[in-house]
């Protein structure tokens, strides 16, 4: 145990100052997580040799912080001065942190042992919103479950806006899953949660205020952007997954729902001759039918 007075910190290391690690919030967290003893693992320190009696840290600067912001007066270390440069590097390089469902099943372990979310976030050092996003993936939607089990989205934040988005809209948000070529990132979320508020609110327009169906938003009964809500609701019961095929110029094609189209009135299509996608205008698009995928 070393005095934490005789400890100081390297100023070549390798991680700058805005390494999230090395953030406020981050050290916070940390602190939040050490007992009355400080950190389990000890510090690699080595002899400051211009400065008698005092230590650099060669590892262990976060810990070094965490230790300062809890108000510990020794750390454990060890001293190590067979050290250079590259070393640092190497541990930052080579360090693997646990995976969110690794977490998540640590979390859900500690729930079935009767703790509460509480407890846990304040035993692990992490907010309560951190444990209840982890406690999602322990029971997600099978098409969510999906795309998180074969590594097409590790971000538990977009995991959980896709749980949500799924709640409200299960057959677009599988459909938007299904796709191979689907980003899954938080901008792309973003836009699949803005494509499905603009869609409920053009399925809402589609009745008058005593919930009968406005025949002034349908013009010519085919034309796929004056089509039916209700048609539309039907037609999601009988699919639990379902492509609109429409046809363009003479050419089939089918809707791409959750690519966003570059203004209103508009959408974009796959060809079924040759796959290429475009944007055209929906009064040049005629409905055929839902087809299963």
């Not at 805005?18 to 916070?28: F, H, K, Q, T």
């Not at 469902?101 to 992490?126: C, V």
């Not at 899954?184 to 609110?201: D, N, P, Q, S, Y």
Request: hydrophobic share 35%; net charge positive; aromatic share 6%.
């Amino acid at each position: 145990m070393i005095d934490i007075t005789l400890i100081d910190e390297d100023p070549a290391q390798p991680r700058s100052r805005n390494n999230p690690g090395l953030r406020p919030e981050s050290i916070a967290e940390l602190a939040a997580s050490y007992g009355p003893k400080g950190p389990k693992t000890p510090l690699s320190v080595r002899i400051n040799p211009n400065a008698a009696g005092r230590y650099i840290i060669n590892h262990g600067h976060r810990r070094y912080r965490a230790g300062k912001l809890k108000g510990l007066s020794t750390l454990p270390a060890f001293i190590d001065n067979d050290y250079d440069d590259a070393d640092q590097v190497i541990e930052n390089l080579q360090r693997e942190s646990m995976t969110p469902r690794e977490i998540a099943d640590y979390i859900g372990r500690e729930l079935a042992k009767g703790k509460k979310k509480g407890q846990i976030a304040s035993r692990i050092g992490k907010s309560a919103s951190f444990v209840s996003q982890h406690v999602t993936l322990l029971d997600l939607p099978e098409p969510v479950a999906i795309a998180f089990r074969t590594g097409r989205v590790n971000d538990v934040t977009v995991v959980n806006e896709l749980v949500s988005a799924f709640k409200s809209a299960p057959i677009e948000v599988t459909q938007w899953l299904t796709n191979p070529s689907q980003e899954m990132t938080r901008g792309e979320i973003k836009l699949l949660r803005e494509f499905l508020a603009e869609k409920r609110r053009d399925s809402h327009a589609a009745y008058r205020s005593d919930g009968q169906f406005n025949s002034d938003v349908v013009e010519g009964g085919q034309d796929v952007a004056t089509a039916s809500a209700r048609e539309q609701g039907e037609a999601a019961r009988r699919f639990k997954i379902g492509l609109i095929k429409v046809q363009h110029n003479d050419r089939i094609a089918y809707l791409l729902l959750t690519k966003r189209p570059l203004s209103r009135g508009r959408a974009w299509l796959r060809f079924e001759d040759n796959g290429q996608e475009c944007d055209v205008a929906l009064a040049e698009v005629h409905l055929l039918a839902l087809v299963e995928a």
